[in-house]
Protein backbone atom coordinates (compact mmCIF):
# COMPACT_ATOMS: atom_id res chain seq x y z
CA UNK A 1 0.00 0.00 0.00
CA UNK A 2 2.69 2.51 0.60
CA UNK A 3 4.69 2.24 -2.41
CA UNK A 4 1.12 2.05 -4.43
CA UNK A 5 0.30 5.77 -2.70
CA UNK A 6 4.64 6.61 -3.14
CA UNK A 7 3.51 5.77 -6.88
CA UNK A 8 0.87 8.10 -6.89
CA UNK A 9 2.73 10.86 -5.29
CA UNK A 10 5.32 10.25 -7.69
CA UNK A 11 2.47 10.25 -10.99
CA UNK A 12 1.21 13.44 -10.03
CA UNK A 13 4.40 15.22 -9.65
CA UNK A 14 5.27 14.11 -12.88
CA UNK A 15 2.08 15.85 -14.29
CA UNK A 16 2.51 18.74 -11.83
CA UNK A 17 6.28 19.29 -13.44
CA UNK A 18 6.38 22.92 -13.30
CA UNK A 19 4.70 23.14 -9.97
CA UNK A 20 6.63 20.38 -8.03
CA UNK A 21 10.71 20.56 -9.77
CA UNK A 22 11.28 23.27 -7.70
CA UNK A 23 10.08 22.25 -4.31
CA UNK A 24 12.88 21.10 -2.30
CA UNK A 25 10.75 19.15 0.21
CA UNK A 26 10.10 16.78 -2.32
CA UNK A 27 13.52 15.98 -3.01
CA UNK A 28 13.73 12.62 -0.91
CA UNK A 29 11.24 10.85 -2.61
CA UNK A 30 11.37 12.09 -5.93
CA UNK A 31 14.80 10.62 -6.68
CA UNK A 32 14.19 7.51 -4.91
CA UNK A 33 17.11 5.39 -3.41
CA UNK A 34 20.91 3.80 -4.90
CA UNK A 35 23.13 1.67 -3.90
CA UNK A 36 26.39 1.90 -1.93
CA UNK A 37 28.50 0.99 -4.75
CA UNK A 38 27.25 3.97 -7.07
CA UNK A 39 30.07 6.41 -8.78
CA UNK A 40 26.39 8.33 -9.38
CA UNK A 41 23.95 9.81 -7.34
CA UNK A 42 21.19 12.28 -6.68
CA UNK A 43 20.76 14.40 -4.31
CA UNK A 44 17.96 17.95 -4.63
CA UNK A 45 18.30 19.48 -7.51
CA UNK A 46 22.24 17.86 -8.42
CA UNK A 47 24.11 15.11 -9.68
CA UNK A 48 27.13 14.12 -8.42
CA UNK A 49 29.71 12.13 -10.30
CA UNK A 50 32.99 10.64 -8.58
CA UNK A 51 35.57 9.23 -11.34
CA UNK A 52 38.62 7.95 -10.11
CA UNK A 53 40.16 11.17 -8.90
CA UNK A 54 37.25 14.11 -8.99
CA UNK A 55 34.01 14.84 -8.08
CA UNK A 56 31.73 16.23 -10.42
CA UNK A 57 28.92 18.58 -9.20
CA UNK A 58 25.59 19.35 -11.97
CA UNK A 59 22.91 20.96 -12.00
CA UNK A 60 19.75 18.97 -13.03
CA UNK A 61 16.99 21.34 -12.15
CA UNK A 62 16.22 21.63 -15.61
CA UNK A 63 17.38 18.53 -16.62
CA UNK A 64 17.48 19.42 -20.83
CA UNK A 65 19.76 22.17 -19.53
CA UNK A 66 21.43 19.66 -17.57
CA UNK A 67 25.20 21.81 -16.84
CA UNK A 68 28.41 20.71 -15.22
CA UNK A 69 28.61 23.36 -11.86
CA UNK A 70 32.56 22.24 -10.91
CA UNK A 71 35.01 19.56 -10.84
CA UNK A 72 37.19 18.88 -7.92
CA UNK A 73 40.03 16.89 -6.73
CA UNK A 74 39.53 14.50 -4.34
CA UNK A 75 42.22 11.62 -4.23
CA UNK A 76 43.10 8.65 -5.79
CA UNK A 77 41.39 5.58 -6.73
CA UNK A 78 37.95 7.01 -5.82
CA UNK A 79 35.18 4.07 -6.05
CA UNK A 80 32.06 5.09 -4.71
CA UNK A 81 29.40 8.03 -3.89
CA UNK A 82 26.50 8.26 -0.69
CA UNK A 83 24.26 10.67 0.01
CA UNK A 84 23.26 11.75 3.16
CA UNK A 85 21.10 14.58 4.29
CA UNK A 86 23.58 17.53 3.77
CA UNK A 87 26.67 14.86 3.54
CA UNK A 88 28.43 13.30 0.76
CA UNK A 89 30.19 10.01 1.43
CA UNK A 90 33.30 9.28 -0.97
CA UNK A 91 35.03 5.84 -0.78
CA UNK A 92 38.19 5.56 -1.78
CA UNK A 93 40.61 2.92 -2.07
CA UNK A 94 42.82 4.65 0.55
CA UNK A 95 40.12 6.41 2.91
CA UNK A 96 36.66 7.59 3.36
CA UNK A 97 36.12 11.32 2.70
CA UNK A 98 33.30 13.58 4.43
CA UNK A 99 31.80 16.52 1.73
CA UNK A 100 29.66 19.16 3.53
CA UNK A 101 26.53 19.40 1.11
CA UNK A 102 24.78 22.34 2.64
CA UNK A 103 25.94 24.24 -0.34
CA UNK A 104 24.90 21.51 -2.81
CA UNK A 105 26.30 23.85 -5.71
CA UNK A 106 29.65 23.29 -4.10
CA UNK A 107 30.07 20.47 -1.55
CA UNK A 108 33.29 21.17 0.75
CA UNK A 109 35.60 18.42 2.02
CA UNK A 110 35.12 18.27 5.50
CA UNK A 111 36.78 15.20 7.05
CA UNK A 112 38.67 12.09 6.24
CA UNK A 113 39.55 8.88 7.62
CA UNK A 114 42.27 7.14 6.18
CA UNK A 115 42.77 3.51 5.98
CA UNK A 116 45.20 0.82 4.63
CA UNK A 117 44.66 0.09 0.59
CA UNK A 118 41.43 -1.67 -0.13
CA UNK A 119 38.27 -0.82 -1.44
CA UNK A 120 35.78 0.77 0.54
CA UNK A 121 31.86 1.62 0.11
CA UNK A 122 30.19 3.63 2.71
CA UNK A 123 27.00 4.42 3.73
CA UNK A 124 25.91 6.47 6.76
CA UNK A 125 23.33 7.83 9.04
CA UNK A 126 23.54 10.70 11.10
CA UNK A 127 25.60 10.47 13.72
CA UNK A 128 27.74 7.45 12.35
CA UNK A 129 29.41 6.26 9.01
CA UNK A 130 30.22 2.61 8.09
CA UNK A 131 32.84 1.52 5.74
CA UNK A 132 33.89 -1.96 4.76
CA UNK A 133 37.38 -3.04 3.84
CA UNK A 134 37.66 -5.59 1.48
CA UNK A 135 41.13 -7.28 0.50
CA UNK A 136 42.54 -8.35 -3.31
CA UNK A 137 39.77 -8.99 -4.94
CA UNK A 138 39.60 -6.46 -8.17
CA UNK A 139 43.11 -5.75 -8.00
CA UNK A 140 41.90 -3.52 -4.56
CA UNK A 141 44.79 -4.28 -2.57
CA UNK A 142 45.68 -4.65 0.58
CA UNK A 143 45.07 -7.34 3.66
CA UNK A 144 41.90 -6.47 5.27
CA UNK A 145 38.40 -7.87 5.71
CA UNK A 146 36.13 -5.63 8.41
CA UNK A 147 33.28 -3.29 8.79
CA UNK A 148 35.09 0.09 11.04
CA UNK A 149 32.74 2.20 12.29
CA UNK A 150 33.72 5.79 12.38
CA UNK A 151 32.34 8.70 14.72
CA UNK A 152 31.09 11.55 12.74
CA UNK A 153 28.81 13.74 15.10
CA UNK A 154 29.81 17.05 15.87
CA UNK A 155 33.22 18.17 15.11
CA UNK A 156 34.36 14.55 15.28
CA UNK A 157 33.50 15.16 11.16
CA UNK A 158 36.56 16.80 10.54
CA UNK A 159 38.69 13.38 11.75
CA UNK A 160 36.08 10.51 12.00
CA UNK A 161 37.22 8.80 14.41
CA UNK A 162 37.10 4.87 14.39
CA UNK A 163 34.94 3.39 17.11
CA UNK A 164 34.54 0.08 16.04
CA UNK A 165 35.46 -2.86 13.59
CA UNK A 166 34.28 -6.54 12.65
CA UNK A 167 36.43 -8.56 11.07
CA UNK A 168 34.33 -10.45 8.26
CA UNK A 169 35.35 -12.45 4.97
CA UNK A 170 35.27 -10.40 2.00
CA UNK A 171 32.55 -7.62 2.87
CA UNK A 172 31.33 -5.15 -0.11
CA UNK A 173 28.38 -3.62 -0.41
CA UNK A 174 26.03 -2.81 2.51
CA UNK A 175 23.13 -1.12 3.93
CA UNK A 176 21.33 0.57 6.80
CA UNK A 177 17.68 0.72 8.57
CA UNK A 178 16.41 0.96 11.44
CA UNK A 179 19.56 -0.32 13.50
CA UNK A 180 20.32 -3.08 11.55
CA UNK A 181 23.40 -2.72 8.92
CA UNK A 182 23.38 -5.45 6.45
CA UNK A 183 26.86 -6.14 4.89
CA UNK A 184 27.28 -8.48 1.43
CA UNK A 185 30.21 -10.77 1.54
CA UNK A 186 30.16 -12.13 -1.71
CA UNK A 187 29.53 -16.00 -2.00
CA UNK A 188 30.15 -15.72 1.83
CA UNK A 189 26.54 -14.50 2.17
CA UNK A 190 24.57 -11.45 3.51
CA UNK A 191 26.04 -10.49 7.35
CA UNK A 192 22.56 -8.59 9.28
CA UNK A 193 24.39 -7.09 11.76
CA UNK A 194 22.84 -4.95 14.93
CA UNK A 195 24.53 -1.77 15.51
CA UNK A 196 22.52 -0.21 18.15
CA UNK A 197 25.29 0.02 20.13
CA UNK A 198 28.35 1.78 17.68
CA UNK A 199 30.66 0.61 19.75
CA UNK A 200 29.69 -3.22 19.64
CA UNK A 201 28.34 -4.71 16.63
CA UNK A 202 26.53 -7.86 16.66
CA UNK A 203 26.05 -10.28 14.01
CA UNK A 204 22.40 -11.37 14.56
CA UNK A 205 23.04 -14.15 11.08
CA UNK A 206 24.47 -14.93 7.95
CA UNK A 207 22.41 -15.54 5.11
CA UNK A 208 24.13 -18.09 3.07
CA UNK A 209 23.17 -20.48 0.08
CA UNK A 210 25.21 -20.09 -2.49
CA UNK A 211 24.49 -17.02 -3.85
CA UNK A 212 27.10 -13.77 -4.46
CA UNK A 213 25.73 -10.76 -2.54
CA UNK A 214 27.22 -7.47 -3.82
CA UNK A 215 25.21 -4.60 -2.72
CA UNK A 216 21.88 -3.85 -0.82
CA UNK A 217 19.18 -0.92 -0.96
CA UNK A 218 16.92 -0.91 2.01
CA UNK A 219 13.77 0.44 1.04
CA UNK A 220 10.82 0.49 3.49
CA UNK A 221 10.08 -3.19 4.28
CA UNK A 222 11.79 -4.68 1.01
CA UNK A 223 15.83 -5.38 1.28
CA UNK A 224 16.77 -4.97 -2.49
CA UNK A 225 19.86 -7.09 -2.67
CA UNK A 226 21.71 -7.03 -5.57
CA UNK A 227 23.40 -10.42 -6.39
CA UNK A 228 25.73 -11.99 -9.18
CA UNK A 229 23.36 -12.96 -12.03
CA UNK A 230 20.48 -10.54 -11.04
CA UNK A 231 18.49 -9.27 -7.89
CA UNK A 232 16.60 -11.08 -4.96
CA UNK A 233 13.89 -8.99 -2.80
CA UNK A 234 13.95 -10.04 0.85
CA UNK A 235 10.67 -8.93 3.11
CA UNK A 236 12.22 -7.06 6.17
CA UNK A 237 9.30 -6.49 8.23
CA UNK A 238 11.59 -7.93 11.25
CA UNK A 239 14.89 -6.08 9.86
CA UNK A 240 16.90 -8.88 11.75
CA UNK A 241 15.47 -11.70 10.11
CA UNK A 242 14.85 -11.57 5.91
CA UNK A 243 12.91 -13.25 4.16
CA UNK A 244 13.58 -14.01 0.44
CA UNK A 245 10.26 -13.73 -1.66
CA UNK A 246 10.65 -12.69 -4.73
CA UNK A 247 13.50 -12.43 -7.48
CA UNK A 248 14.84 -11.95 -10.72
CA UNK A 249 18.41 -13.69 -11.76
CA UNK A 250 19.79 -16.07 -13.67
CA UNK B 1 59.84 -0.94 -67.22
CA UNK B 2 60.90 -4.59 -66.75
CA UNK B 3 63.72 -3.48 -64.39
CA UNK B 4 60.96 -1.26 -62.21
CA UNK B 5 58.97 -4.75 -61.45
CA UNK B 6 61.74 -6.89 -60.86
CA UNK B 7 62.86 -4.08 -58.19
CA UNK B 8 59.31 -4.15 -56.88
CA UNK B 9 59.27 -7.90 -56.73
CA UNK B 10 62.83 -7.83 -54.85
CA UNK B 11 61.86 -5.11 -52.21
CA UNK B 12 58.13 -7.53 -51.90
CA UNK B 13 60.25 -10.55 -50.94
CA UNK B 14 62.53 -8.22 -48.81
CA UNK B 15 59.87 -7.39 -46.80
CA UNK B 16 57.98 -10.24 -46.12
CA UNK B 17 61.34 -12.08 -44.96
CA UNK B 18 61.53 -9.27 -42.45
CA UNK B 19 57.96 -9.37 -41.96
CA UNK B 20 58.34 -13.55 -40.50
CA UNK B 21 60.98 -12.31 -38.56
CA UNK B 22 59.37 -9.56 -36.84
CA UNK B 23 55.75 -11.42 -35.66
CA UNK B 24 55.32 -10.91 -31.97
CA UNK B 25 52.59 -11.39 -29.58
CA UNK B 26 50.84 -8.22 -28.83
CA UNK B 27 47.21 -6.52 -28.93
CA UNK B 28 45.19 -5.16 -31.54
CA UNK B 29 42.26 -2.75 -31.02
CA UNK B 30 38.78 -3.82 -31.20
CA UNK B 31 36.61 -1.64 -33.37
CA UNK B 32 33.00 0.10 -32.70
CA UNK B 33 30.81 1.87 -34.79
CA UNK B 34 30.09 5.03 -33.07
CA UNK B 35 26.59 5.70 -34.02
CA UNK B 36 25.51 1.92 -32.92
CA UNK B 37 27.53 1.91 -29.83
CA UNK B 38 26.00 5.21 -28.24
CA UNK B 39 22.70 4.81 -29.56
CA UNK B 40 20.32 4.12 -27.06
CA UNK B 41 16.64 2.52 -27.41
CA UNK B 42 13.98 1.10 -25.59
CA UNK B 43 13.58 -2.60 -26.17
CA UNK B 44 11.41 -5.83 -24.92
CA UNK B 45 12.10 -7.12 -21.50
CA UNK B 46 15.07 -9.85 -21.58
CA UNK B 47 16.73 -12.07 -19.50
CA UNK B 48 19.06 -10.96 -17.39
CA UNK B 49 22.94 -12.13 -17.76
CA UNK B 50 25.25 -10.27 -16.30
CA UNK B 51 23.52 -7.92 -13.64
CA UNK B 52 24.75 -4.66 -12.04
CA UNK B 53 24.22 -1.99 -9.84
CA UNK B 54 20.76 -1.04 -8.94
CA UNK B 55 18.80 2.08 -8.13
CA UNK B 56 14.91 2.09 -6.83
CA UNK B 57 12.30 5.17 -7.66
CA UNK B 58 8.51 4.15 -6.52
CA UNK B 59 7.98 0.89 -8.35
CA UNK B 60 10.30 0.70 -10.35
CA UNK B 61 13.72 -1.58 -9.77
CA UNK B 62 16.06 -0.25 -12.66
CA UNK B 63 19.14 -2.62 -13.24
CA UNK B 64 21.97 -2.49 -14.51
CA UNK B 65 23.27 -5.01 -17.34
CA UNK B 66 26.51 -4.45 -16.74
CA UNK B 67 27.92 -2.74 -20.56
CA UNK B 68 24.57 -3.37 -22.19
CA UNK B 69 21.58 -1.02 -20.72
CA UNK B 70 19.08 -1.20 -18.05
CA UNK B 71 16.51 -3.00 -17.06
CA UNK B 72 13.35 -2.04 -15.70
CA UNK B 73 11.45 -4.11 -13.22
CA UNK B 74 7.88 -3.44 -11.28
CA UNK B 75 8.18 -4.68 -7.86
CA UNK B 76 5.00 -3.37 -5.87
CA UNK B 77 4.82 -6.93 -5.93
CA UNK B 78 7.57 -7.54 -4.36
CA UNK B 79 6.61 -11.36 -4.34
CA UNK B 80 6.38 -11.41 -8.36
CA UNK B 81 8.62 -8.56 -9.84
CA UNK B 82 7.68 -8.03 -13.16
CA UNK B 83 10.04 -7.13 -15.75
CA UNK B 84 8.68 -4.03 -17.99
CA UNK B 85 11.41 -3.20 -20.60
CA UNK B 86 15.08 -3.09 -21.63
CA UNK B 87 16.88 -0.13 -22.17
CA UNK B 88 19.63 -0.83 -24.69
CA UNK B 89 22.26 1.66 -23.99
CA UNK B 90 25.66 0.41 -24.74
CA UNK B 91 28.70 0.43 -22.42
CA UNK B 92 26.03 1.19 -18.99
CA UNK B 93 27.60 0.67 -15.93
CA UNK B 94 25.55 3.42 -13.70
CA UNK B 95 21.90 4.62 -13.09
CA UNK B 96 19.95 6.61 -10.84
CA UNK B 97 16.52 8.14 -11.46
CA UNK B 98 14.51 11.26 -10.33
CA UNK B 99 11.43 12.40 -11.58
CA UNK B 100 11.25 9.56 -13.76
CA UNK B 101 13.92 10.83 -15.55
CA UNK B 102 16.94 8.02 -15.96
CA UNK B 103 20.27 9.17 -15.71
CA UNK B 104 23.02 6.69 -17.16
CA UNK B 105 25.98 6.44 -19.19
CA UNK B 106 26.40 5.62 -23.01
CA UNK B 107 29.55 4.70 -23.00
CA UNK B 108 31.46 7.75 -22.26
CA UNK B 109 28.32 10.08 -21.77
CA UNK B 110 26.08 11.01 -19.21
CA UNK B 111 22.59 10.45 -20.77
CA UNK B 112 19.18 11.79 -19.24
CA UNK B 113 16.41 9.48 -20.43
CA UNK B 114 12.90 9.73 -20.17
CA UNK B 115 10.75 7.03 -20.99
CA UNK B 116 6.81 8.25 -22.84
CA UNK B 117 4.10 6.63 -24.47
CA UNK B 118 6.90 3.85 -24.95
CA UNK B 119 8.81 5.51 -26.52
CA UNK B 120 12.37 6.52 -25.16
CA UNK B 121 13.34 10.22 -25.48
CA UNK B 122 17.23 11.79 -24.71
CA UNK B 123 16.54 15.27 -22.77
CA UNK B 124 20.11 15.58 -22.29
CA UNK B 125 23.51 13.90 -23.31
CA UNK B 126 26.66 15.46 -22.20
CA UNK B 127 29.79 13.81 -23.83
CA UNK B 128 33.15 12.34 -21.66
CA UNK B 129 31.03 13.18 -18.49
CA UNK B 130 32.42 9.82 -17.44
CA UNK B 131 35.86 10.45 -19.31
CA UNK B 132 38.17 8.72 -16.97
CA UNK B 133 36.05 5.73 -16.22
CA UNK B 134 36.23 3.47 -19.83
CA UNK B 135 38.41 4.79 -21.99
CA UNK B 136 40.72 2.09 -23.37
CA UNK B 137 43.18 4.20 -24.79
CA UNK B 138 46.12 1.69 -24.45
CA UNK B 139 45.94 -2.23 -24.13
CA UNK B 140 46.05 -3.58 -20.81
CA UNK B 141 49.09 -4.66 -20.84
CA UNK B 142 52.67 -2.88 -21.74
CA UNK B 143 54.52 -4.41 -24.57
CA UNK B 144 53.71 -3.37 -28.68
CA UNK B 145 50.39 -2.91 -30.16
CA UNK B 146 48.90 -2.37 -33.35
CA UNK B 147 48.03 1.23 -33.86
CA UNK B 148 44.95 2.26 -33.58
CA UNK B 149 43.48 3.59 -37.61
CA UNK B 150 40.65 6.09 -36.40
CA UNK B 151 38.94 5.60 -40.25
CA UNK B 152 38.11 1.89 -38.48
CA UNK B 153 35.53 3.58 -35.61
CA UNK B 154 36.59 3.94 -32.37
CA UNK B 155 38.30 1.49 -30.17
CA UNK B 156 36.54 -0.27 -27.39
CA UNK B 157 38.76 -2.74 -26.81
CA UNK B 158 41.97 -4.94 -27.14
CA UNK B 159 42.55 -8.69 -28.19
CA UNK B 160 45.71 -10.50 -28.15
CA UNK B 161 47.16 -11.58 -31.40
CA UNK B 162 50.05 -12.32 -33.03
CA UNK B 163 51.34 -9.21 -34.97
CA UNK B 164 53.69 -8.35 -37.93
CA UNK B 165 55.78 -5.55 -37.18
CA UNK B 166 53.62 -3.08 -34.52
CA UNK B 167 54.36 0.53 -35.02
CA UNK B 168 52.69 0.89 -31.63
CA UNK B 169 54.35 -0.02 -28.23
CA UNK B 170 54.31 1.79 -24.35
Known amino acids: MKLKQFLMIMTSCILLVPGCKKGDTMTVSESGKGGSTARMTISGNYLYLVDHSKLHTYDISDPAQTLLLNTQNVGWNIETIFPYRDKLFIGSQTGMFVFDNSNPKKPQLQGQAQHLRSCDPVVADENFAYVTLRSNNNGCGGTLNQLNIYDIQGINVLSPKQVATLMMPAPQGLGLTNNILYVCMGTNGLNVIDVTDKTKPVSKKVLSDGTDFIDVIPYDHTLIAYVKGGFILYNIANPEDPQKIGAIHN | MKNVTLMLMGTLLLLSCSNRKNEVTGYAPVYGDLSEMTGVSLEPARTVENGGKVYVWGDLLYQVETGKG ?101
Open chain 2, 70 to 170: IHITDIADPAAPVQKGFIKAGGAQEVAVKNGLIYTNSQNDLVILKIENNKLQVVKRLPAAFGQLSSPALPPERGPFECPDRSKGIVIGWQKKTLINPACSY
